[in-house]
């Protein structure tokens, strides 16, 4: 096929097979910037996290915040920690990169049994000083470490995470637990106000999680698969 297009007398015959074709690009690194500062509501990283429990089918699910003070210095670290399934070493990724996620099908469809799929959720996590993982999947215990992604974004456009042996960590999960999944965010950046600093008061984070989060849901009243 060959079209023609008139412009006053000059005729121009174009065949659209030999048209170039570019590929979009994409700026990996201000991407993944721009996730992970965009959340507005610092309590969300017990929303993601709870989410990502429940679709593991955790039974139960734990948090903690609190402060350990040093000499000139104080750190804040959040830990959420469960007896789900785990996360297998292999499917790392799906934690720490960007639309990467165990909840969808070979074609992409999200499972409709899962609350998440996106792969977005986990960046809420990354605006911080340093995240830990644990995960416990039958017989596979591993770890990992990933400091101050948004630093290495901003030297070098991308960011770096690393295995670790699990028993270099300073937590555990439970010896009771056949499997389960414990991340510890070491001062998230949300938290450095006194006003956002108060969000982590147990009666507020009690009302958040039960308002905001899969625990204040009702959607298992109405669906009988979940």
Known sequence: FVSLLKFGVCDIYINPTEMAKEEAKLNSGYEFYQIITDFTEPLEIFREAFQNSVDEGAT??????????????????VDIWDDGTGLKKEEADCFIGLAMSTKRDANGAPNPNKLGYKGHGTKIFFNSEEISVLSKNGDETWALKLGDPVAQIRERNTFHYEFVDPSTLSFALP????????????????????????????????DYCNNSTVFGSVRTFFDDDR
């Open 60 to 77: 139960n699910i734990f948090c903690r915040a609190f402060e350990v003070i040093d000499l000139g210095k104080s750190d804040l670290y």
């Open 175 to 206: 010896k009771e637990f056949n499997s389960g999944f414990w991340v510890r965010i070491k001062n998230p950046k949300y938290f450095t106000t006194h006003h956002t600093r108060f969000k982590l008061n147990h009666l507020y984070l009690r």
